[in-house]
C-alpha cells in the first residue's frame, strides 16, 4: 500500500537532519511508543519519532519519568519500529542508564539500536554528559542531546520548571548546549526555555535544535503525541497546542458502544456472521469454530 509519505519517502537520515538545518527546513519530531501511532505518524510525514521515557507518564499512568527502564523503552522502540517506514527513530536513555560508567553508557546505546530497531539515541545533559556522548559517538551511535527542562533531573530542579530565566542560568543552558555540539551529538532538544535562548543556542551551534516550550525560533519541533491529540484530559501546559480531541472523542465512542450493547443494537446483522447452513453442517463434518476460523484469518 502507498503510505502517501509527505514531502517525500527517503528515509529520514541523520545527514539529512543536518542537510534540513543548512537549508532552513524546518524538522518535525514527535513521540511515539506504539506501531499504530507510529504509522499514523510516519504517513503523515513527521521526520522523527522520538520513543520517550515520557511513555512513563503518558503510556504507565507514573507521575515523573524516572522509574523507567531500559527494557521498557526498547520494548516500544522495537514496536515503533515495526510501523515506521520512513521516520527517523531515536529511543530515550532512561534515568541512570548511562551516568554510572562508559561501559554501561554504552551497552545501553548499542542496545536501542541492536535490539530496539531505533536509528540514534536521546541522552538529558549538559556540560557533564559531553564526554559520555563523546564516547557513544566514537562507537558509532548517534547522539541526540537534551538540555534545558531536563524531566529527569526533576528533583534537583524542584519540578517541571522552565530553565534559563536569568542571565546567570541562560548562561548555563547556553554552556550545555555548546559542550553537547562540540562532544558530537547530531542534534539537540531545547525543553522548558526562553524563546529569545533558544535562538541564541540556535543560531550558535550547527546542530539542528528541536524545541518543546522553547519558542518559534528553533530548527524544529517535539510534542508529546498525546498532548498533540489531546489525549491527555487533565493536562494542558501552555506550550501544548492540541491538534485534536481524541480524549474527548475516544469518550464519547465507549459510551455510545455501551448504550447499543446494553440496549441490543450492537451487533445487529450487519456484523454478524449469520447462520449455520442446515445442508451444510453434517456434510462438511467441521466444527462451527472451524468453518468461522478463515474469516478471521490464519491461525496467530
Ligand atoms: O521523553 C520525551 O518525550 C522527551 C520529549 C519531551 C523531548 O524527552
Redesign the pocket.
Known sequence: MDRGHAPDARPVTVPRLRKMKRKGTRIT?V?AYDATFARMFDDAGVDVL??????GMVVQGLDS?LPVTVDEVIYHCRAVARGTQRAHIVG?MPFLSWQLSTEQALRNAGRFLSEGGAQAV?L?GGVDAAPTIERIVQAGIPVMA?VGLT?QSVHAMGGFRVQGKTEETAARVLADAKAVARAGAYSL?L?GIPSDLAQQITQAVEIPT?G?GAGPHCDGQ???CYDLLGLTPDLKPKFVKRYAEFFEEGLAAARRYCDEVRNGVFPSEEYSFGNVKKDEAPASGLSLVQRVRPVYGPKG
Not at 50 to 55: I, M
Open positions: 519530531m513521540t522520538l520513543v520517550g521515557d515520557s511513555l519519568t530515550d536521546k538529558e537534551h524531566p532538544v525543553e528541536i518543546i517535539v510534542l508529546v
